[in-house]
């Protein structure tokens, strides 16, 4: 089946320094990406969608600046949180889009101190 | 304003018995409904969809159901098993695969022995 491979796992990283989150998909090419964020007990809330090649195109109260993406493959898009702060601590998770349009990767769990 | 709402943020079930998750929709615009399990610190996994021009559909022990007249969906679990604790997201999505897919708040499902 279809793989989406995310890393890290887990990173805990210092106030005001930037993290780069990653995602494969492994056997499919994935068009499009979304990359969602959950906070504890909430649900997960999309962020942005990239399309390969082209900007991201970010929900309300996203700010572009701070979380950049880039989707230069068909098999790889990157999130980057820059200038992390601890309220940045979250679960982001990354869905492929395309023929397998409905896996999602394991999940970055982001800690900012 | 949330378009997609799971209004029991638990639920405990015997094992053996079944487990019955429900969902509701406001935007009639969607057309694709999704269940998703997650448990902490991981991806979602995919479980079982269904199209709007449908009203069941059935994976083994996992069934869904859709009523478009009250925008209302449910997931029916049967028989429930230990390994069906977890969290359980009903989503919904306008369109294809590259589209967005917006989540409710969950349901914690427990299975007691």
């Known amino acids: 089946g279809a793989v989406v491979s995310q890393h890290p796992s887990r990173v805990i990283c210092k106030s005001g320094t930037s993290v780069k989150i990653e995602c494969r998909s492994l056997?499919?090419?994935?068009?499009?990406m979304f990359w969602y964020r959950q906070f504890p007990k909430q649900s997960l809330m999309l962020m942005a969608t990239?399309?390969?090649?082209?900007?991201?195109?970010?929900e309300q109260g996203v700010e572009k600046d701070k979380f950049l993406i880039n989707h230069a493959s068909l098999t790889l898009s990157t999130l980057t949180v820059t200038s992390a702060h601890p309220e940045d601590s979250s679960f982001y998770i990354c869905?492929?889009?395309?023929?397998?349009?409905?896996?999602f990767g394991s999940g970055t769990r982001l800690t900012v101190v | 304003d949330q378009q997609v709402k799971q209004n029991s943020p638990s639920l405990s079930v015997q094992e053996g018995r079944i487990s019955i998750l429900n969902c509701d929709y406001t935007n009639s615009m969607f057309d694709y409904f999704l269940w998703y399990k997650k448990y902490p610190a991981e991806g979602p996994t995919f479980l079982i969809s269904?199209?709007?021009?449908?009203d069941k559909n059935e994976d083994g022990r996992f069934t869904v159901f859709l009523n478009k007249s009250a925008k209302h969906l449910s997931l029916h679990i049967v028989p429930s098993q230990p390994g069906d604790s977890a969290v359980y997201f009903c989503a919904a999505s306008v369109g294809s695969r590259d589209d967005k897919i917006i989540f409710g708040k969950g349901t914690r499902l427990h299975i007691l022995p």
């Open positions: 269904i199209s709007s021009i449908k």
């Open positions: 056997d499919f090419q994935a068009t499009t």
């Open positions: 990239s399309n390969e090649g082209s900007k991201a195109t970010y």
């Open positions: 869905r492929g889009g395309g023929e397998y349009g409905y896996t």
